[in-house]
Structure formats: structure tokens, C-alpha cells
């Protein structure tokens, strides 16, 4: 189960409770106080692991809590510690508190990891209020309860590259040639009904990270379709891939197809579609003589000047020069956002 969104809450353990205790012991005639403190509770950090891409743990474990520190003892034994709790989750994730905007952290890189809710401090015991004119305190203080969050857990997936367009137009066969994700594919539209990342390895030194998303229709911001909630997983890359259907009898309309997805992507985030992009045509395996829609499709990307590749993704003829062009475009923003 693909889950992109959760509510989850977060106990970290009450710290123990510090001790009163006198030392009494025979043949020791003045024995003093040796009441302990009480442990601390656990707290619980978030850590980001590359191998999650779904925040769907939180969904059968809403409520999260860490141990209580145990209560001191005497002896000057301090209670033992609540164990901390460490949870998991995918690379992508935002953590925020509920009903508040401000981010409190971005899980960019595996194994970072957050302290999300503080364990309670142990309350001290009797025999840390000693002094040399007070020998035998009773006072004790109480274990500090552990910080207790709402926190709204939001994943977006990190790609470099977006694969967009209409269902049914081959986005995920692409994925499935140049990198070594399964998808799901067929002929059918909706096939696809989650986000997945594929990594794609150009040579040594070279990889980048792409993700398919569900197809889009219009009013798919209106919730058509699968709706818009996916495009998400698109806002932190840093190029589109806008794939279209150009063979014969597909009975798509790539140019009409083409301008659907971009005003799909502008009523979810205007910015989608300043993000540069490549046109690909797909699926010419099937032309045949029939090169109408591929003529209009390039000459739709002279006008717009996009850069612009006819490919089969089944056939995998025309997709290496994709990756080098996406290698290229991307080494360019790389260089521009530095
Ligand atoms: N002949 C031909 N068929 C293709 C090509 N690319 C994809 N297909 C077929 O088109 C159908 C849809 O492919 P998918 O990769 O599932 O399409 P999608 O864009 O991921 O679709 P959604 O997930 O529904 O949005 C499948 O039957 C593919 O085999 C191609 O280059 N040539
Ligand atoms: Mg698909």
C-alpha cells in the first residue's frame, strides 16, 4: 500500500522518579541519604531509510510511544533508562507539526536522523540535595514527562527527472528500459496507481533517479481521473519528461493530450510548468506511413522550443538518446542551481 500522508502521535517515556533512602547499615553509624535518581524516559527519533518508499507503518501504528525511565532506588542507584525508539521512514518524508506550516524537518538523504519527541528527564533523589549542613534531605522531585507530538508526516518522493503524461501513453514501459523498476504495464489506462522511483545508470559516474507517476486526464485537478494528488511526487525534480502517444490508432490527440497535461500541471502548482522539459513522442513502432500526429507533435515542439525525441520505449529505440539528453539538461540545472 502506497501511503503519501499520515497523522501520527508521538509519546516519548516519562522519566522515573528520583528515591528517598537513608543508608542504614550495621556498624555504620551515620549512614546518609543514598535515595537515586530516576532514569530518563526514551525518546523517539526518525530515521530515513533508503529502503521504504511509503509511509504506510503509521497507518496500523498511529500512536508511537517510548519507554518510561524506571525510579531511582537506593543505594544511590539511579533508575534505568527507557529505551529510545528509533522509526523509519522513507527518504522524501516532511515532518511537520499538525495544524502548523513550519517544516521541523526534511528527510533528504538516508540515515538522517531526528529527534521528533524528547523522553522526560529522571526526577532526582534525596542524595543530590545534600549539602554540608543539610545531611539528611527528603526531598525528592518527580520524573519529567516525556514530550508528547502531533505531528503530520507528508511524503514527496526526491527524483531528478518527472515522467508525465496522459495514461496508456508508455511511461511506465520507459521506466522499465531504462532502469531496473517493475512497473505495472498495460494496455489499459491507470495502470499505474502510485508513484515509483526507478534509477537510472548511465555509466560509472553518472546516475539519476526517475519517477513514474499515475497518468493525468482532464480535470484531473477537479479529482478526475486519479487526480492531481500525485504531481506531488513531481515538484522536487528538476525536469520533466512529458510523454505522448503518437501512434495511429491510439485515438489520442497528442497535441490536444499535450496541452491537457500542462494545464493539469498549472492548476496544481504554476511552477510545474516553468520546470524545463523534454517532448517525447512515443510508441513509433506503430506508424507505419502513418507520421501525421508525429509531424504535429514536433512541430508543436519547434514552436514551444522543447527539446524533442521520437521513440519506441517497447522497441527501447530512440531511449538512449533520451537518458544522454536528460543527462545533459540535468548537468546544466545542477550547474544553475548551485
Ligand atoms: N507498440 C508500442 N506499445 C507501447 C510502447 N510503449 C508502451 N506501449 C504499450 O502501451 C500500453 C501502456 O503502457 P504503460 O507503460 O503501462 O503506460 P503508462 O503511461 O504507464 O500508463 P498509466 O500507468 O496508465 O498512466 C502497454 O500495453 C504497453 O505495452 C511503444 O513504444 N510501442
Ligand atoms: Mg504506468
Redesign the pocket.
Known amino acids: 500500500m502506497f501511503v503519501d500522508r499520515v497523522e501520527v502521535t508521538l509519546q516519548a517515556g516519562k522519566g522515573g522518579n528520583g528515591c528517598v533512602s537513608f543508608r542504614r547499615e550495621k556498624g555504620i553509624p551515620r549512614g546518609g541519604p543514598d535515595g537515586g535518581r530516576g532514569g530518563d524516559g526514551g525518546s523517539i527519533f526518525l530515521i530515513s531509510d533508503q529502503g521504504l518508499n511509503s509511509l504506510s507503518y503509521f497507518r496500523f501504528h498511529p500512536l508511537n510511544k517510548a519507554a518510561k525511565g524506571a525510579h531511582g532506588q537506593g543505594g544511590n542507584r539511579q533508575g534505568k533508562r527507557g529505551g529510545e525508539l528509533f522509526i523509519c521512514i522513507p527518504i522524501g518524508t516532511i515532518v511537520r507539526e499538525k495544524d502548523k506550516k513550519e517544516i521541523l524537518f526534511d528527510f533528504l538523504h538516508p540515515e538522517q536522523k531526528f529527534l521528533a519527541a524528547r523522553g522526560g528527564k529522571g526526577g532526582r533523589g534525596n542524595a543530590s540535595f545534600a549539602t554540608s549542613i543539610y545531611q539528611a534531605p527528603r526531598e525528592w522531585e518527580q520524573g519529567q514527562p516525556g514530550e508528547e507530538k502531533e505531528l503530520i508526516l507528508e511524503l514527496k518522493l526526491i527524483a531528478d527527472v518527472g515522467?508525465i503524461?496522459?495514461?496508456?501513453?508508455?511511461?511506465?514501459?520507459?521506466?522499465?528500459k531504462i532502469s531496473a523498476a517493475k512497473?505495472?504495464?498495460?494496455?489499459?489506462?491507470?495502470?499505474?496507481?502510485f508513484p515509483h522511483l526507478g534509477v537510472v545508470d548511465v555509466d560509472e559516474f553518472r546516475s539519476f533517479v526517475v519517477a513514474?507517476?499515475?497518468?493525468l486526464i482532464e480535470g484531473a485537478h477537479l479529482g478526475h481521473g486519479l487526480g492531481v494528488k500525485f504531481l506531488k511526487h513531481v515538484e522536487r525534480t528538476k525536469l520533466l519528461l512529458h510523454?505522448v502517444?503518437v501512434?495511429p490508432f491510439s485515438g489520442r490527440n497528442p497535441l490536444k493530450d499535450y496541452q491537457t497535461v500542462l494545464k493539469e500541471l498549472e492548476a496544481f502548482n504554476p511552477q510545474l510548468i516553468r520546470r524545463p522539459q523534454i517532448l517525447v513522442a512515443?510508441?513509433?513502432?506503430?506508424l507505419g506511413n502513418k507520421r501525421k500526429k508525429l509531424k504535429e507533435v514536433k512541430t508543436l515542439a519547434q514552436k514551444e522550443a522543447l527539446p524533442f525525441f521520437a521513440?519506441?520505449?517497447?522497441?527501447k529505440?530512440g531511449v538512449k538518446e533520451v537518458v544522454f539528453a536528460v543527462v545533459k539538461m540535468l548537468n546544466l540545472e545542477e550547474k544553475r542551481l548551485k
Do not use: Q
Request: avoid cysteine; glycine fraction near 8%.
Open positions: 515522467l503524461g496522459f495514461p496508456n501513453v508508455g511511461k511506465s514501459t520507459l521506466i522499465s512497473p505495472v504495464i498495460a494496455d489499459y489506462p491507470f495502470t499505474t496507481l513514474d507517476i499515475p497518468g510523454l502517444d501512434s512515443n510508441k513509433i513502432d506503430l521513440i519506441s520505449a517497447k522497441e529505440r
